[in-house]
């Protein structure tokens, strides 16, 4: 195990087990471990994907330059502000590079995205973690923590795994006091679901796109993974400053994006229909869930993204062994500091149906 630890980079030492999440032996199992959407992709992002393989000895265009321009006109910006990649994930190991280095920092959440901590450490910088309040971000504490060495606060809105929310106007007053030296990275991976539920609930959700034009030291992250159902596509996209966006372009690998990626993105956005759609059974399969968690007792937040994390009062890594037994995957949340939350990913009505009743059972057996 020791050959190589002396030729190896301080980089490639830092870089821990969490850099990278193990891929599920789930064949077979109900797969609510991951919040993929369980309507699938576009059929017009999957007929785009089909024909870009008939192309598929030619390099990419690099820079995804056809996406830019879309995801552009799209959001009311330039394409100077846009930088595609090979997921949000990959983009956020480039912020990272960008604006960490040794002796510098990042400040978070504790319980927030799992790849903030594996970025930063790869960057060989250090994550500073600010403990939840009411389960979710504490702002206040981390405008506290911030230093002179604090060069990106990463804010995941709505939060993955808690499922904690922000407004917009919450976001607004942190922004104004976010010193000049720190780039807030606004990382709205669950956007499109968490526009949905603040529709219906008459609440203001963000202001990213107006922080953008504005020019702010903001950086904003959406994914084709979440609502668009492109997880194994593998797009992500940051929006913000034009300069740093080019910082960040050049550091990125070349050929980022496939032309399948980049097919698939392109025909995802034409097809609104399909993600509402999605959202609506989301919504509406959220709403049963919501209420018969309550009724079993659990104490849970709102959710605004398609998971929902519960709260189980036993060993969540246990209690997701035996749910896997059953035959159905979820998220124990060990690895976040919380060994007794299970994250589930909201699924079709039979999964659910089938996740609760295994839920149940094993809470009945809990009690015998
Ligand atoms: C799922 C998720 C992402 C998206 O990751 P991709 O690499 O784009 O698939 C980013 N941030 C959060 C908080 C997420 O939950």
Redesign the pocket.
């Given at each position: 195990m020791d050959r190589f630890f002396d030729l190896v980079t301080e980089s490639a030492r830092s870089a821990g087990p969490n850099a990278k999440t193990t891929p599920d032996q789930s064949t077979g199992l109900i797969k609510l471990n991951a919040?993929e959407s369980v309507y699938g992709p576009s059929p017009k992002a999957l007929a785009a994907m089909r024909e870009a393989l008939t192309d598929s000895h030619l390099y990419p265009d690099n820079d995804s330059p056809a996406l830019r321009q879309k995801l552009a006109q799209r959001h009311g910006i330039l394409p100077e502000q846009v930088v595609a990649g090979?997921?949000?994930?990959?983009?956020?190991g480039v912020i990272a590079r960008t604006l960490l280095q040794s002796g510098l920092n990042a400040v978070t959440s504790a319980c927030?995205?799992i790849?903030y901590p594996a970025v930063t450490q790869t960057a060989c910088a250090r994550l500073v973690e600010v403990p939840l309040i009411d389960h979710g971000y504490n702002l206040e504490g981390i405008l506290n923590l911030i230093d002179t060495n604090t060069r990106i606060v990463f804010v995941?809105n709505p939060?993955?795994p808690t499922g904690s929310f922000l407004d917009a106007v919450a976001i607004d007053r942190f922004l104004e006091r976010v010193p000049k030296h720190v780039i807030v990275v606004l990382?709205e991976?669950?956007s499109d679901y968490a526009q949905y539920f603040a529709g219906k609930r008459d609440v203001e959700y963000t202001h990213s796109l107006g922080y953008v034009r504005a020019n702010r030291n903001v950086l904003v992250?959406r994914?084709?993974?979440?609502a668009h159902g492109l997880?194994g596509a593998?797009?992500?996209y940051a929006i913000g400053p034009a300069e740093l966006i080019a910082y960040i372009a050049q550091l990125q690998e070349v050929f980022a994006l496939s032309t399948i990626a980049q097919a698939a993105a392109l025909a995802a956005i034409d097809d609104e229909e399909h993600v509402q759609q999605a959202l609506e059974k989301n919504a509406a399969q959220s709403e049963w869930m919501e209420q018969k968690l309550k009724t079993l007792g659990h104490d849970i937040l709102p959710t605004w993204t398609n998971f929902i994390a519960i709260e189980i009062g036993e060993d969540s890594r246990e209690f997701a062994r035996r749910l896997r037994k059953r035959g159905v995957l979820v998220r124990p949340l060990s690895a976040w500091g919380a060994p007794t939350s299970i994250r589930v990913t909201l699924g079709t009505p039979e999964q659910n149906q089938f996740f609760l009743e295994a839920l149940t059972s094993e809470r009945q057996c809990l009690r015998k």
């Open positions: 919040n090979n997921g949000t994930t990959a983009l956020l927030s995205f790849s995941a939060n993955n990382d991976a669950y992250l994914t084709f993974s979440k997880a593998r797009v992500g």
